[in-house]
């Protein structure tokens, strides 16, 4: 399993724990047509995109514009690399709800 693996194994993990009902979406992206993050999720009414990163890795320019679209458009859009990110990431989830 790789390192990013590993942490999208935990994102998805913690994120259930966290919001059982929550629905979830993985797209495979294969280079064609829009870019994407790695998984989407919408938690009581909150559209939340997640790149998951390697340790110490950061998205590309390309993924970065994708965030950047999302936050614009009014979603929760995060980069997680770690055990702390994602528990960071959990936490700004839970003062938007």
């Not at 993050?37 to 998205?59: H, S």
Request: glycine share 8%.
């Amino acid at each position: 399993m790789t390192p990013e693996s590993r942490v999208k194994k935990l994102v998805k993990q913690r994120l259930s724990d966290e919001f059982p009902t929550a629905y979830r979406f993985a797209p495979v992206l294969n280079g064609m047509g829009s870019p994407g993050l790695d998984v989407y999720y919408c938690v009581a009414g909150l559209f939340v995109a997640i790149e998951t990163k390697a340790p110490g890795k950061r998205p590309t320019a390309r993924q970065q514009i994708t965030i950047d679209a999302i936050s614009t458009a009014g979603g929760l859009a995060y980069v997680v690399d770690d055990v702390v990110t994602i528990e960071l990431m959990i936490g700004h989830i839970k003062s938007r709800l």
